[in-house]
């Protein structure tokens, strides 16, 4: 059930990735914090009605979570080198 939040959260790291040099820090932290709202939520608002999320449904879940968790750190690694790179 949490499959195309994993593809959503795939597609933005390699949004950040692909737009170093393009996207501004508070561009990055706006995709990563939202990134971060939409796992937080997911168990609330994706599943149907009355189902409960399955072990492989709340495996996926902790694989978005670490999706985040890097996509954060790519924010912050491109900041750091954007900081240090010279022009």
């Known amino acids: 059930m949490f499959k195309r939040l994993i593809a959503s959260l795939t597609l933005d790291y390699e949004f950040v990735a692909r737009g ?16 971060r709202m939409k796992v ?5 608002i994706l599943p149907p009605v009355g189902v409960l999320p399955t072990l492989d449904d709340q495996i996926d879940l902790k694989e978005c979570g670490l999706i985040a968790n890097h996509i954060d750190e790519m924010c912050e690694w491109i900041d750091q ?5 010279i022009v």
């Open 40 to 44: 937080e939520k997911a168990d609330k």
């Open 81 to 85: 080198l954007s900081r240090t790179e």
């Open 20 to 35: 170093r040099g393009i996207l501004t820090k508070d561009e990055m932290d706006l995709i990563s914090r939202g990134d």
